[in-house]
């Protein structure tokens, strides 16, 4: 029989190790309000501040946020460092403090690349002079995922009032004409008010947990595609006309295990002409859903894609739930298409999809 004294040794261990368990947020599992004039308030009582915060995030990103440096950056070069990747290399190996690249408006002509060994890294623009990161490349240079202007593989970085162009040529049917933007490959990511310019592949949502809000992203096909497990919400996805066909999202969902799928929110889908997929099935498990979303008359009748792979009819996960709009009418939706009822939407309609209670804060200000 072990003695008291291991007895009481054990359990000042599990204390100990209880402590550096994020508390849970209570407000995880809230749902977002089905009326849209009510997310300020939702977002405001679920994401507070860092003040309000302590004890319930995860460790390394309180302790992160409370050791911030300032890199102050123009785009005529006369900042702290005369390029953005510069500035980037400067970021120590294993970063542990947030790093806030400030951006003034302009056009910042680069290729940028953000590794897994810098995590804690902001970037920041004013929401009424917005710096505009821009690059021109394509798949045939860099292949389709390392072509984005920039690359993100590091943990929780965030962006606020950022715009991000592929400025390739628009793809007439050509191979290797994919151009992506921005593609996020590190986990706990957030991006607010932040535009995505492009034509195909706009956005690789590549894999981790993300939160867009406010933003705006554009394109033409599978301009939203990946691995990624991500909440957008209050965000334009605008489809480019010109094309016969568009698709909004390729949500890979290789396997039916894999945890990832894109939940999108509160949205408005732009554009014209009946041209537009909600998604299509890029792999045979991809899991999308569209709630509370505004779609105009550019969404295809039958709303979704099964890749022209019947097979795929019985392992996609497409979900719709009170969409509004012309676009949003059920009749004639696909057969793989669910309609989603009140319990089935909950999980997707929560930051606990993306357990966002333990990493995601507001807006960063300076």
């Not at 809230?30 to 405001?44: D, H, L, M, R, Y």
Request: hydrophobic share 35%.
């Amino acid at each position: 029989m072990a003695k008291r004294g291991t007895y009481t040794g054990v359990l000042t261990f599990l204390a100990m190790s209880l402590c550096l368990i994020p508390i849970a947020y209570a407000d995880d599992a809230t749902p977002i309000p089905e009326n849209k004039a009510q997310v300020a308030s939702w977002f405001q009582e679920n994401v507070k501040p860092l003040s309000a915060r302590q004890g319930a995030l995860d460790p390394a990103l309180e302790a992160a946020e409370s050791n911030v440096t300032i890199i102050k950056m123009r785009s005529d070069g006369s900042g702290d460092f005369k390029t953005i990747n510069e500035a980037i290399q400067s970021i120590p190996t294993d970063n542990m403090k947030r790093v806030i690249i400030s951006l003034t408006g302009g056009i910042y002509k680069e290729k940028i690349k953000i590794d897994r060994t810098k995590p804690f890294v902001t970037f920041f623009g004013d929401a009424n002079d917005m710096p505009v990161l821009d690059f021109n490349g394509d798949a045939t240079q860099f292949g389709t995922v390392n072509s984005a202007t920039l690359i993100v593989e590091s943990d929780y970085f965030n962006a606020v009032n950022i715009k991000i162009v592929n400025s390739a040529i628009r793809p007439n049917g050509g191979e290797g004409q994919q151009a992506v933007a921005l593609r996020i490959g590190g986990d706990k990511a957030s991006f607010y008010n932040c535009k995505l310019i492009g034509f195909q592949d706009t956005l690789c949502d590549d894999k981790g947990r993300h939160f867009f809000k406010d933003c705006y992203i554009e394109g033409t096909v599978d301009f939203i595609f990946g691995s990624g497990k991500s909440i957008y919400l209050n965000t334009e996805l605008h489809v480019i006309p010109g094309d016969s066909m568009a698709m909004i999202t390729a949500q890979a969902g290789g396997t039916k295990e894999e945890d990832e799928g894109f939940s999108i929110v509160h949205c408005t889908v732009t554009g014209s002409g009946g041209i537009a997929y909600l998604g299509r099935a890029w792999m045979a498990y991809p899991k999308v859903t569209f709630s509370f979303t505004e779609m105009s008359d550019v969404v295809n009748k039958e709303g979704w894609s099964n890749n022209k792979n019947s097979n795929n009819d019985n392992t996609v996960i497409f979900g719709e739930y009170k969409n509004i709009g012309p676009g949003a009418d059920p009749a004639g939706r696909a057969k793989f298409v669910k309609q989603l009822t009140d319990g089935e939407v909950q999980p997707y309609i929560s930051l606990g999809y993306i357990s966002g209670s333990s990493w995601l804060l507001p807006p960063t200000t300076i």
